[in-house]
T-cell receptor
Framework: GEDVEQSLFLSVREGDSSVINCTYTDSSSTYLYWYKQEPGAGLQLLTY?????DMKQDQRLTVLLNKKDKHLSLRIADTQTGDSAIYFC?????????????FGRGTSLIVHP | DSGVTQTPKHLITATGQRVTLRCSPR?????VYWYQQSLDQGLQFLIQ???????AKGNILERFSAQQFPDLHSELNLSSLELGDSALYFCASSVEDVTDTQYFGPGTRLTVL
C-alpha cells in the first residue's frame, strides 16, 4: 500500500517547541495516532485524534489535523531531553476487513541541552 | 509497562533454523497483532488474531506462521530463517474499542547469523 510519510530526523534545543509532521494516505481514516518509542522499548501510544477534529491538546502535546491535505502534526511544547525518542505517526486503515494502524517510518527527535 | 509481555527478549540463531516467539496480551484484550521492525522496512504489520481466529494478514512471509491459544497468548513461528529476518518483532494487543488503541510489548530482538 501507499506509505505514511514522515521526515526521519528532527533536532531541537531543550526548552524549544518541536513539530513533527506526517502525511497519510487514506482520506477515510477515522483515527490517526502518534506513538513514541524509546531506546530498547516498544511503542507507546501518546495520543490520537478522531478525523472530525482539527486539533487536540493534551498537556504539552498538540495535534493538528488538516484533512484536506491529509497532514498531521505533533507539537511538543517546552521539549525536554527526556522527549528524545522516535515518534511514529499511524493511520487506521482497512486491511482485509480489519482496521489496522499503518505506521510511518518514524521521526527521531534529538533534544540538545 | 504496557501489560503486554514477550519472550524471549533476545534470540540468536543460525540460518535455516526455526524459532518461536511468545506473547501474552494485556488482561482482557482479545486481539493480538504481530509486527516486524527493521531499519530498511520500518514497522511492518504481519498478522492479527482475535479470540483465537486469524483476522487480518499483512506482509507475512509463508515461512512465518502464528497462532493464538485459548488462554489468548500468541506465538509467532519463524522457519527456514534467513539473514534478512534479523529484526525486532513486536506483539501488541488491543481491546477492540472504536479507537483500536494498541499496547505494545517490549519486543524480541532476533539475530540470524
Amino acid at each position: 500500500g501507499e506509505d505514511v510519510e514522515q521526515s526521519l530526523f528532527l533536532s531541537v534545543r531543550e526548552g524549544d517547541s518541536s513539530v513533527i509532521n506526517c502525511t497519510y494516505t487514506d482520506s477515510s481514516s477515522t483515527y490517526l495516532y502518534w506513538y513514541k518509542q524509546e531506546p530498547g522499548a516498544g511503542l507507546q501510544l501518546l495520543t490520537y485524534i478522531f478525523s472530525n477534529m482539527d486539533m487536540k491538546q493534551d498537556q504539552r502535546l498538540t495535534v493538528l489535523l488538516n484533512k484536506k491535505d491529509k497532514h498531521l502534526s505533533l507539537r511538543i511544547a517546552d521539549t525536554q531531553t527526556g522527549d528524545s525518542a522516535i515518534y511514529f505517526c499511524a493511520e487506521r486503515r482497512n486491511t482485509g476487513g480489519s482496521y489496522i494502524p499503518t505506521f510511518g517510518r518514524g521521526t527521531s527527535l534529538i533534544v540538545h541541552p | 509497562d504496557s501489560g503486554v509481555t514477550q519472550t524471549p527478549k533476545h534470540l540468536i540463531t543460525a540460518t535455516g533454523q526455526r524459532v518461536t516467539l511468545r506473547c501474552s496480551p494485556r488482561s482482557g484484550d482479545l486481539s493480538v497483532y504481530w509486527y516486524q521492525q527493521s531499519l530498511d522496512q520500518g514497522l511492518q504489520f504481519l498478522i492479527q488474531y482475535y479470540n483465537g481466529e486469524e483476522r487480518a494478514k499483512g506482509n507475512i512471509l509463508e515461512r512465518f506462521s502464528a497462532q493464538q491459544f485459548p488462554d489468548l497468548h500468541s506465538e509467532l513461528n519463524l522457519s527456514s530463517l534467513e539473514l534478512g529476518d534479523s529484526a525486532l518483532y513486536f506483539c501488541a494487543s488491543s481491546v477492540e474499542d472504536v479507537t483500536d488503541t494498541q499496547y505494545f510489548g517490549p519486543g524480541t530482538r532476533l539475530t540470524v547469523l
